[in-house]
T-cell receptor
Framework: DQQVKQNSPSLSVQEGRISILNCDYT??????FLWYKKYPAEGPTFLIS?????DKNEDGRFTVFLNKSAKHLSLHIVPSQPGDSAVYFC??????????????FGDGTTLTVKP | NAGVTQTPKFQVLKTGQSMTLQCAQD?????MSWYRQDPGMGLRLIHY???????DQGEVPNGYNVSRSTTEDFPLRLLSAAPSQTSVYFC??????????????FGEGSRLTVL
């Protein structure tokens, strides 16, 4: 039973346009959500996060939206750049002491931004 | 600034052999985790630690052992390697709960092939 799902394995967009990556979760105990970016042969790097008390968090070109009632979050990249081409992982965790650092990941979405 | 360092980066084992993947972090992070990533899949948690002397199992712990004798080091031991353990292994760390954002800092990964 996969608790974090990224239903689109891949996404291709034109440079300058918006990229929207989606993520769904099933565990109602999750209260913190993160997006990571991964280039080939490298470890994932943190991109942006959102707490369940918010519905939006913005950092430059990256915005994450959270819809708790739908158990859905999305990452918007505007404008998309070729350097954004990577695998994006959605992750979720419970903010409790014993569960800190214990995140559940989706399978990832490969984003390709075409020049 | 080293961050999270994993060794070796590549390893080939024969079925039944044992080995240890090393992980060290220099950020004084309390939390450390081991994940594995199989092709087309997300990261699955193997074991994690919330501090020196404390470890716990993640989603896929079978066939692996960990220990946390110091804050800096979190080695992952494969007891008797099996082909199903062929994967890319990532070590990650996370700050203390006082500064907790849930963000994980990953190493570059160790690619293991079991023949």
């Amino acid at each position: 039973d996969q608790q974090v799902k990224q239903n689109s394995p891949s996404l291709s967009v034109q440079e300058g346009r918006i990229s929207i990556l989606n993520c769904d979760y099933t565990n109602s105990m999750f209260d913190y959500f993160l997006w990571y970016k991964k280039y080939p042969a490298e470890g994932p790097t943190f991109l942006i996060s959102i707490s369940s008390i918010k519905d939006k968090n913005e950092d430059g070109r990256f915005t994450v939206f959270l819809n708790k009632s739908a158990k859905h979050l999305s990452l918007h990249i505007v404008p998309s750049q070729p350097g954004d081409s990577a695998v994006y992982f959605c992750a979720a965790s419970e903010i409790m002491y014993t569960n800190a650092g214990k995140s559940t990941f989706g399978d990832g979405t490969t984003l390709t931004v075409k020049p | 600034n080293a961050g999270v360092t994993q060794t070796p980066k590549f390893q080939v084992l024969k079925t039944g052999q044992s080995m240890t993947l090393q992980c060290a972090q220099d950020m004084n992070h309390e939390y450390m985790s081991w994940y594995r990533q199989d092709p087309g899949m997300g990261l699955r948690l193997i074991h994690y630690s919330v501090g020196a002397g404390i470890t716990d199992q993640g989603e896929v712990p079978n066939g692996y052992n960990v220990s946390r004798s110091t804050t800096e080091d979190f080695p992952l031991r494969l007891l008797s390697a099996a082909p199903s353990q062929t994967s890319v292994y990532f070590c990650a760390s996370s700050p203390s709960p006082d500064l907790l954002t849930g963000e994980l800092f990953f190493g570059e990964g160790s690619r293991l092939t079991v023949l």
